[in-house]
């Protein structure tokens, strides 16, 4: 019975994070995404951080949520 316990712990220890994919995992990448993150950065680009403020950052999002993108 201990066998059978210590065995049950090293699968949930050694084969459970394995199995769990994490929350922040990117998107896989294909032609359209990175067309996407191309065209969003050079349009996002133009308003530099200490102008423009967040202007830059909601740009790309908007951009890549037309591209049918995640961030």
């Known amino acids: 019975m201990k066998t059978l ?6 699968a949930i220890l050694f084969g459970a994070p394995a199995l ?3 929350a922040n995992a990117a ?3 294909d032609a359209a995404r ?3 993150l191309h065209e969003c950065n050079v349009k ?7 102008t423009w403020g967040d202007v830059e950052i909601y740009t790309y999002r908007s ?3 037309e591209h049918g993108q995640q961030e």
């Open 20 to 22: 769990v994919q994490p």
């Open 5 to 10: 316990i210590a065995a049950f712990n090293l």
């Open 44 to 50: 996002a680009q133009k308003y530099i951080e200490h």
């Open 27 to 29: 998107p896989p990448m």
């Open 34 to 36: 990175e067309k996407a």
């Open 63 to 65: 951009c890549m949520m």
